[in-house]
Each structure stands twice: as structure tokens, then as C-alpha cells.
């Protein structure tokens, strides 16, 4: 159900890069008789892979919710622009709605860059702990620092390194590639810990920087490399969860206090359900889409069990090192000791 969202906020990313064209205004829902009326945007390019699932489960499952209240145009491939764009249009309420990838999502609040912090979660079932535990706490702080309501958590994935030159399986390798970031401050953070001098870059010029060899490394989702066909570039990947990718899709407070009451309570018992569902066919798609970029000859390039250790010993000192400064103390405390809490109920069952 829920799938395409997120969907459309992984694959999304690049697809659109290689095909804006396909990005079209699509509308859903009688605009006549709905009483809502949201314009929302995605870098999902229409009718391809994520984009495709959103319209033939999603888009049902809303309009029966809703009962026909809610009428969606719907713009597709980027025509809005890249996530930062399709945000800036939600606060002049051009937009109302958006699909984001995981960039777009940090950009709604530095509090959820613990979420991406290096080695966080050791799997997906960590993750649906903490999400059903601090679901609330980052409505809170999306809705305070951006004024959004957040619809869906979903996950865009346990992001992988790619490489051409060297494998990522030695931390002196880090050190010798030209190290591509396009994620922010705290994807930054990470790779200079690691030895890199990462290079920042925008997303649409990450396809012909990489091709061109200007780029020689980079961190991203399996599905966005399959559908960019970087796999061609690249040698070597490493699968070590380096760190965790959410994806929201959200709504503006103006449109969101426009759905009639009845609504509401129905859109609010459904979120964690349909999240689980969704999530449970994006893993696998994943998963399916990590095995074809290494059906194509890509090299596995795992880290032994001392290379791992000295990989988290470089990073994970910056989950204190940024508290107070990119996040907070509290959130960090928060995430931290439901984590624990986790742990220790799996080890006593």
C-alpha cells in the first residue's frame, strides 16, 4: 500500500534526473464534489516502478479513507523541482504535500539526523521499535520547525557504498577516492572521520560527475543506483549498514486541519499499519535490487570483523560529538534508551 511513497521518495531521486519529461500533473479524486484540495509534488517520475504501486495501491486507499473528500493533483518527475524546492513551494502554500527522499527529510528538522547517525541500528526491526516510540516525538518537531505534518514515516533504506577505484573495506581507502556527498552536514561529518575529503555536489549532477570519474565514491539506496544505471561505474560495494535513511511524506498544517474530522481519526489509526506494510515491500525491493546491482559485476567489498570494529570506533564518537550542536542531548538520550530497551527484551526472550 503505502509502498509507493516511499517509493517515490527513493527512487524518485534519480529517475527523474535521467527522465524529467516523464513527470506530469496527474489528478485523482473529484475536484467538484471534494472538499480538500492538495497539490503535492515527488521527484517520482510517473508510472515507473515506486510511482506505479503508489497509484494502484496508495491512491485506492486514500480515496476510500477519505471517502471521496480529498481530491490530489499530483506532480510527478520533479516538475516542482528537487526536494529543497518542492519544500520551499510548501511554505509559500504553492504546494501542500510532498513525497521526500531522505535528503528532503533531514531538511525538515536537524533533530532527525539521529536517525542517520553511522551505525545507529544494527536492523529494520530496531527501526519499527523507534518508530512506534518516537512517532509522536518527531511529529512534534517537524510540526515547530517547519510547520509540516508528517503522514507517513517510511525508510528509504540501509544506504550502501558505492566505489570505482578502490573497495570500502579498508579505512586507509577513504582516504584515496574522491568522495562524493550530497546528504548534508552530517554525511560529511562521517566521511572526514573516515579519512575522506568529501566533495558536496548536487543530486542531479551526481549521474554525469561519477561517469566522468570526478567522482569516485559515494553513499546512496540500492534502487537509486539501479535506476541512475550507475552500477556501470562503479566496482565495488560495501553493504555494511552504515546508516539508516527515513523518508516522510507530509502535508503543510493549512491542509492538514482542512480534512474534515471524521477523516482524521481514520488517516491517524491507519499510519503505523500501512508504514509496516509498506516498509515490508520496500526492504524486499531493496534487497532484490541490491542482488542485480551484484548480478552485474559488482565486487562485495565487506569489511572483516577488525576493519568494521575500526570503522565504528572513527564514526561513532560523533553521535556525542554533534549532540547540542546539529541535535539535541534529549533526542539523542531518547533514541538511545529505547534502543536499549529493545536489545535487552530481545535478549531476554
Not at 517520482?44 to 485506492?60: D, H, M, N
Not at 572526514?192 to 566522468?212: C, F, M, N, Q, W
Request: one cysteine or more; hydrophobic letters at 40%.
Amino acid at each position: 500500500m503505502f509502498k509507493m511513497w516511499k517509493r517515490i521518495c527513493i527512487a524518485f531521486l534519480c529517475l527523474i534526473l535521467l527522465a524529467p519529461a516523464a513527470g506530469l500533473a496527474k489528478d485523482y479524486g473529484d475536484k467538484d464534489s471534494a472538499k480538500v484540495i492538495w497539490k503535492t509534488a515527488t521527484m517520482a517520475p510517473k508510472g515507473i516502478g515506486y510511482s506505479q504501486l503508489f497509484e494502484e495501491i496508495l491512491l485506492p486507499e486514500i480515496e476510500a479513507q477519505t471517502k471521496g473528500d480529498l481530491y490530489l493533483k499530483i506532480y510527478w518527475g520533479g516538475v516542482m523541482g528537487d526536494d529543497k524546492q518542492i519544500l520551499k513551494k510548501m511554505r509559500i502554500d504553492q504546494l501542500q504535500g510532498a513525497g521526500l527522499s531522505g535528503q528532503g527529510t533531514f531538511e525538515l528538522s536537524n533533530e532527525i539526523a539521529v536517525l542517520g547517525l553511522p551505525f545507529m541500528f544494527n536492523n529494520y526491526e530496531e527501526i519499527d521499535y523507534v518508530k512506534t516510540k518516537m512517532i509522536d516525538t518527531f511529529d512534534a518537531v517537524v510540526r515547530d520547525e517547519s510547520g509540516f505534518k508528517v503522514l507517513q514515516w517510511l525508510d528509504q533504506d540501509f544506504d550502501q557504498i558505492y566505489s570505482s577505484k578502490y573497495p570500502m573495506d579498508h579505512c586507509e581507502n577513504f582516504s584515496k577516492v574522491r568522495f562524493i556527498t550530497w546528504y548534508g552536514n552530517l554525511e560529511g561529518r562521517v566521511l572526514e572521520k573516515l579519512g575522506a575529503s568529501p566533495i558536496p555536489i548536487d543530486v542531479a549532477e551526481i549521474p554525469s560527475t561519477v561517469r566522468s570519474g570526478a567522482g569516485e565514491a559515494l553513499i546512496a539506496p540500492s534502487i537509486w543506483i539501479a535506476a541512475t544505471q550507475l552500477y556501470n561505474s562503479f566496482e565495488y560495494v560495501n553493504s555494511a549498514k552504515i546508516r539508516y535513511t527515513p523518508a516522510f511524506v507530509v502535508v503543510t498544517e493549512r491542509a492538514w486541519n482542512q480534512v474534515p474530522p471524521e477523516h482524521v481519526k481514520k488517516v491517524a489509526e491507519m499510519r503505523i499499519p500501512l508504514s509496516q506494510t509498506f516498509c515490508e515491500h520496500s526492504r524486499l525491493e531493496s534487497e532484490k535490487y541490491l542482488k542485480a546491482i551484484m548480478s552485474r559485476g559488482i565486487k562485495c567489498a565487506q569489511p572483516c570483523k577488525e576493519e568494521m570494529e575500526l570503522l565504528k570506533a572513527k564514526t561513532i564518537p560523533l553521535w556525542e560529538e554533534l549532540a547540542g550542536d546539529l541535535y539535541s542531548q534529549e533526542i539523542l538520550d531518547e533514541l538511545l534508551a529505547h534502543l536499549q530497551e529493545f536489545r535487552n527484551m530481545q535478549k531476554g526472550g
